[in-house]
């Protein structure tokens, strides 16, 4: 039987292994010297259910919602990169899958939030100890696609619009 603590507790303890990855990938990002046309920086969850797995990307961007490109010439950084690879994000044993998923589909909706909510505590820390504060730029952590994203600067979850206001 799974419980919704368990879960959330797996979810963070699987977190916890990638932090140094995390922290010294961000650190590039946290040092870097952006281009004149970069006005924001938004990283994205790409989260896989079914695989339990997850990724993150950044992307400099401009208030319009495009992404900023370097142009040879410009000073500074512009582009998108990986901050993390591919990670397992939840073990699941295949002895015990179908009872996750129907676990999982008892509770889809506040899991969902949860690791929502945890991911992006845990990203928030990592971006602090990289330095992350000491960026310029308005900088959020959202997964993608789903509407809700992480002020980097100011802790507070927003509408994914507000962001480029």
Known sequence: MFTVDEYLASIKTNLAQHTDVLVKNLKTIAEANFAQDVELLDFSA??????HDLSIMFFSMDREANEVFEEEGTPGFAGS????????????????????????????????????????????SCFEQAGGATIELPCYFGVHDEGQTLDLKRNVWMDEEEKWD
Do not use: H
Not at 83 to 95: A, C, H, Q, S, T
Not at 105 to 118: A, D, I, K, P
């Open 46 to 51: 790409f989260i896989e259910p079914s695989r």
């Open 81 to 124: 990169k990986s901050v993390l690879d591919e990670i397992v994000y939840m073990d699941v044993p295949d002895d015990r899958s179908e009872a996750f998923d129907v676990f999982y589909e008892e509770q889809e909706e506040t899991l969902f939030e949860e690791e929502q909510r945890m991911i992006g505590e845990w990203f928030r």
